[in-house]
């Protein structure tokens, strides 16, 4: 599978450093750049917000991929589509009509994406499939980074892409979650046409990100 794109997720990155870091992504051939956002309550944690988003677009001009785990989301898109998310993906959880979240976001310009968590049926999204251009599925829980890949995601996204050839549609599938150099292959072959990865491009190779997105695009190798 040629062309998969990596979106580096910036809850590993140097949180003083945020928008050097984006800077050497963009320049180590990142091709989005992966925001995740929590609100405490959707999910046990607390991250970013509107605000910072804003302030790091100075930084790259890569398209911002801002996952919102957050709830109610509707309350929020305008705040995080004004501070310059290009992608803005919904829990359909998060959200009393899935169908109306995603016609605002589109009112806004931007692309949409629906995220699964692990436990969330496909059947979540195939009514929606039409309507979006994302579909990001979480291989851990979400919350916190660092988490080893459920393996059962993949058969989800075998699932998923199925659909969306069949339907003859050009929804990309996006995969968050304990993904790393020995398990990229699996991914990549399940449909996956971008990776999320915090740990992997931060951590390995003494932060080596040029090296490690590389790695991540063309280490086929199997677990």
Known sequence: ???????????????????????????????????????????????IGPVVIKSLKKYTSLPFDVHLMISPVHKYIKNFAQAGADIITIHPEATKNLKKTIKKIRLYGKKVGVSLNPETSIN????????????????????FGGQKLIKSTLKKSKKLKNEIVKKKLKVKIEM???????????????????IVSGTTIFKENNGNYKKNIKLLKTNWNEC
């Open 124 to 143: 979540k999204v195939i009514p929606v499939l039409e309507l979006i251009d994302v579909v990001l599925i979480m291989s851990v829980n979400p919350g």
């Open 176 to 194: 968050d979650g304990g993904i790393n150099f020995k398990n990229a292959g699996l991914v990549r072959r399940s449909g996956v046409d971008i």
């Open 1 to 47: 599978m040629a062309g998969v794109k990596i979106s580096p997720s910036i809850l590993s990155a140097d949180f003083s450093q945020l928008g050097k870091e984006v800077a050497k992504l963009e320049k180590a051939g990142a091709d989005l750049i992966h925001v995740d956002v929590m609100d405490g309550h959707f999910v046990p944690n607390i991250t």
